[in-house]
């Protein structure tokens, strides 16, 4: 099926050049110099001159995770907070919608088309848009609930901790019509006899879903569920935008801290410290999620 | 039968459920770019206003930069689709089709760049471009080719495990067919297998394009005055001029038009090729 000569070989290496030239230069260049840079004191004054940045050693890796500083430490446990959050609020409308939209009814295509519309819009202005409607003063969603009774006070939705659930929701938002699309696409591929031979041997709706729906469906979650926690821990889009820029503590997610870090407080010595930090808790998540999409592979 | 009707209800119920929290949101920034300012800035804006005004969309252009920054994303994201998919095409069928030796570490290097965090390679790449302008002369900050460049390497990896995904679909007999009949490698891939990919390549075109043009990160960074696209645009503008949300919301609208359009028309391509890419891994 697959040959194996020189001549494709060649054929195959001429076609993957401009992949492993873009690779090396955009990918495996910066990120060695990016662990340089962690070395050195590189701040507001060595900017223009980078090179000159005197080299401290693990300095600025003491620093970013001591518990005196104790940014990084919070920084990620709200970032892991926001990453399990992001993942079951996907999950669940995911397979709600998913398992809803599984049979056929008038106007079903019309509703999917519908429910994939967040996942097609710019990020960018279904945040903004967000941003609007949470606003404290003016934001319909505190209209709604106050005239609807629920709350007495508006809620700052924006600022404090409430922030860290704006952005949680935001990702949700963005990010889950893409559980439910994929997860619909491998549902069809389940035989529809499987549930009929279930039903003759007298098992409910539920024992259906959990006997033959969940172990058909769990690789698909396993891979969503991994890309999805690595998208969401890498994300700077959704809390710069919702918190524009000025996050409090609880929705400053490593990425924007770091960002905040490096491009408003010119410390780029300790961004790229954090960064290689990041990198390698990344480093772990891929690792896993490679040898599971093997395991599958195997099975 | 009491049964069947309460499962219909609750059915019913959660479609109406989902259906609302993808609408309502989405019908708020279209009523709201059609708002008059001080029907905005009220405690309890109105559902359906009483009045609109269609001349927000006139006044965006006129406020902010808009047809520039439109210029500025049209160029990036069409130069980056053209150059990815180009990129992705290629490499996705040496990895789907060849056997050679490295072929497995070519492929998982891929795979784990494209899931590094953007901020990781963004201070790198702000000195190099500065590095490169003191030694070289060559500008890259704040011009195009730096964020074409940029952007073409970030979806580059994604773009890559798609086409391959789509590649692993077309069969193989088709290539060596066309071998047989005395095709050369060059020939059998773009007479014979690039016809049979469209509906992949498609899907990785619009994946691109939507990729650079929503892009925020690298463009906080690497875009000035001149060379900002929209979505950052946007920012700024929400930034600067909070007392008119309405515009805002009027930019957002445009802003999503683009991308709106091409899933209209290649919805079919898009979820087909997507899921098979995405749930195969």
Known sequence: ?299 | MKKKVLKRALKITGIVFLLLFVLFPLYWLLISSLKYSEDIYTMHPSLFPSRIRLSNYVDIWKTVPMAKYYKNSLIVSVSSMILATIVATFAGYALSKFKFPGRKTVGVTFLVTQMFPGILFLLPYYLIFIFIKNTLGIPLIGTYPGLIITYTAFVGPFAIWVMRGYFDTVPSELREAALIDGCGNFRAFTKIILPAAKPGIATVAILSFMKSWNEVLFATVLTNNDTRTLPLGLYEFQQEFMTSWNLVMAAGVVISIPVLIFFIFLQRYFVSGFTSGAVKG
């Open chain 1, 1 to 299: 099926m697959i040959s194996l000569n020189a001549r494709n070989t060649r054929f195959a290496y001429k076609l993957l050049m401009p992949a492993i030239i873009l690779t090396f230069l955009v990918h495996i260049i910066p990120t060695l110099w990016g662990i340089y840079i962690s070395f050195r004191k590189l701040n507001i004054y060595y900017i223009r001159n980078w090179t000159e940045a005197p080299f401290i050693g693990f300095a600025n890796y003491t620093k970013a995770l001591s518990s005196l500083q104790g940014v990084f430490w919070s920084s990620l446990c709200y970032t892991l907070i926001f990453v399990i959050a992001s993942v079951l609020g996907c999950f669940i409308l995911g397979i709600l919608g998913a398992v809803l939209l599984n049979e056929n009814f008038k106007g079903r295509n019309v509703i999917r088309g519908i429910l994939l519309i967040p996942y097609i819009l710019p990020g960018v202005v279904s945040l903004t848009n967000l941003r609007f409607m949470l606003l404290q003063d003016w934001g319909i969603i505190n209209s709604i609930l106050l005239k609807i009774g629920l709350i007495s006070e508006p809620i700052p939705w924006l600022t404090g901790k409430m922030a860290l659930i704006s952005i949680i929701i935001g990702n949700i938002w963005i990010r889950w019509p893409l559980w439910f699309i994929t997860i619909l696409a491998s549902l069809q591929s389940i035989p529809g006899e499987l549930y009929e031979a279930a039903k003759v041997d007298g098992a409910s709706d539920w024992q259906g879903f959990r006997r033959i729906t969940l172990p058909s469906i769990s690789p698909t979650i396993t891979v969503l569920t991994v890309l999805t926690a690595l998208w969401s821990f890498n994300n700077f889009t959704v809390p710069f935008i919702l918190t524009g820029g000025s996050p409090s503590k609880e929705a400053n997610i490593l990425s924007l801290n770091i960002w905040i870090r490096s491009f408003k407080n010119w410390d780029f010595g300790m961004g790229a410290a954090m960064s290689v930090v990041m990198m390698l808790i990344m480093l772990v998540l891929i690792l896993t999620y490679l040898k599971l999409t093997k395991l599958e592979e195997e099975q």
